[in-house]
């Protein structure tokens, strides 16, 4: 059974930092890997999808990695804003069944 | 992109009664869940919506508490029945599609409080 960690499990860092978040995975036979941000108390936000195939997609300040044999990705984000402020999720969908098994999530203040 | 509208986006419900939410997309997408977080935690899948057969329920959640309508590719409901307040949470409506790379797209949410 696939279990997803995230590590720190909370960040707060000052504004301009840039900042690493951690997400594991246990079973390496994945189809894809997503980061994802939610507000409190809304929906959640895609923000990238890597490909099992891939090794790194990047939007705008975000740019997110996939060791995919080591069972990790990582979350690099530049230049940190006080709008950056929220959880960070990551999931990953194995090759097998249809579903996305989530982190338990990283919670990201940027402080102005 | 999906775009994905989730209805309501909260409500205030009696214990023992029942609520419905919606998820309409702007587009057929293969693939429907639901799933539901409970206050400080991440998400947990509920069902996959099948559309026109019944919905395949992960361990712990049962189709008479929690059951799933898909009639087509661009809506589904779920319906939260005889509600407890432990069923307080955010129940969430995602999509994707083998077309976009089974990329996960997310409604906003339902926020259910149970009194």
């Known amino acids: 059974k696939q279990e997803v960690t995230q590590i720190p499990a909370a960040l707060s860092v000052p504004e301009g930092e840039n900042l690493v978040l951690n997400c594991s995975f246990t079973?390496?036979?994945?189809?894809?890997l997503q980061w994802f941000r939610q507000d409190p108390g809304k929906g959640l936000t895609s923000l990238l999808l890597?490909?099992?195939?891939?090794r790194e997609q990047t939007s705008g300040r975000l740019n997110a990695s996939l060791d995919k044999s080591s069972g990790r990705s990582t979350l690099y984000i530049a230049a940190s804003q006080p709008g950056d402020s929220a959880t960070y999720l990551c999931?990953?969908?194995?090759?097998?069944?249809?579903?996305?098994?989530f982190g338990p999530g990283t919670r990201l203040s940027v402080l102005p | 992109s999906a775009v994905i509208s989730q209805k309501p986006s909260r409500d205030i419900c009696q214990r023992g009664t029942s609520l419905t939410i919606q998820c309409q997309v702007d587009?057929?997408?293969?693939?429907m869940f639901w799933y539901r977080q409970q206050p400080g935690q991440s998400l947990t899948l509920i069902a996959t919506?099948?559309?026109?057969?019944?919905?395949?329920?992960e361990s712990g959640f049962v189709i008479d508490k929690f059951p799933i309508s898909r009639p087509n590719l661009t809506f589904s409901t779920l319906t939260v029945s005889n509600m407890s307040p432990e069923d307080s949470s955010i129940y969430l409506c995602?999509?994707?599609?083998?077309?976009?790379?089974?990329?996960?797209?997310f409604g906003q949410g339902t926020r259910l409080t149970v009194v």
């Open positions: 995602s999509v994707a599609d083998v077309d976009r790379g089974t990329e996960a797209f």
């Open positions: 079973d390496s036979a994945i189809y894809n």
């Open positions: 890597i490909q099992s195939s891939q």
């Open positions: 999931a990953v969908k194995g090759n097998y069944g249809q579903n996305f098994v």
């Open positions: 587009s057929q997408v293969t693939m």
């Open positions: 919506a099948n559309q026109g057969s019944e919905a395949t329920y």
